[in-house]
């Protein structure tokens, strides 16, 4: 089973468009999150999320929202794609101490 | 903040040992962890240090000394599966569990 599972894989956009990536995990941890992963492979932090509660929201642009309808999803939905968007995100799950777990990654690539 | 400095690249023999340094500015953290991430693929959990000292796991051991602001990922008897890039986190004591990671230092192992 897998523990945190992310959807899609690859997504390839037009720039301008709308999309959304979802977020799922069932390892009964409280705290998801969003990291961007740049071209130099930096791992940022965008967004937390603990029991549905949004805990952490770096400097991100605004047409990043993320929504958790309940603690074990987090989705992400992108307004007006900029090709600055590309990149891979990953959602996480956590439980205090023991680390994250992360999703196989969207690989985002706008054109 | 939390400046976090890794080298780029490291390469070594099968077999062999590496150390891969983490060096750090902070004025505090929970703990230090230490990700492995392949090519295209999800980071994954190797270690956590919260003290001061020596955590061995296997053939991976992780270092800790707050007062230096220092830490290293020990690999040792390196296969070739071990090519991937390590990631040094610090765990953010303001905000729940935010890890703020290094850029990775890439460990090629060569035959």
């Known amino acids: 089973d897998t523990a945190v599972s992310q959807t899609p894989k690859y997504l390839v956009t037009q720039m301008g468009n709308d999309k959304s990536i979802k977020c799922e995990q069932n390892?009964?941890?409280?705290?998801m999150y969003w990291y961007k992963q740049d071209s130099k492979k930096f791992l940022k932090i965008m967004f937390s999320y603990n029991n549905k509660e949004l805990i952490i929201n770096e400097t991100v642009p605004n047409r990043f929202s993320p929504k958790s309808p309940d603690k074990a999803h987090l989705n992400l939905h992108i307004n007006s794609l900029e090709l600055g968007d590309s990149a891979v995100y990953f959602c996480?799950?956590?439980?205090?101490?023991?680390?994250?777990?992360f999703g196989s990654g969207t690989r985002l690539t706008v054109v | 903040g939390q400046n976090i400095d890794q080298p780029t690249e490291m390469t070594a023999t099968e077999g062999a040992i590496v150390q891969i340094n983490c060096t750090y500015q902070t004025s505090g953290f929970n703990g230090l962890f230490w990700y492995q991430q392949h090519a295209g693929e999800a980071p994954t959990f190797l270690s956590y240090?919260?003290?001061?000292g020596l955590e061995e796991k296997g053939r991976f051991s992780s270092f800790l000394s707050r007062s230096k602001g220092y830490s290293y990922l020990l690999l040792k008897e390196l296969q070739m599966k071990d090519s991937a890039s390590y990631l040094c986190a610090l765990e953010s004591v303001d905000s729940w569990g935010k890890l703020q990671f290094g850029a990775g230092t890439q460990v090629v192992v060569t035959p």
């Open positions: 240090n919260v003290l001061d």
């Open positions: 390892l009964g941890h409280d705290t």
């Open positions: 996480a799950s956590s439980r205090t101490n023991y680390g994250y777990t």
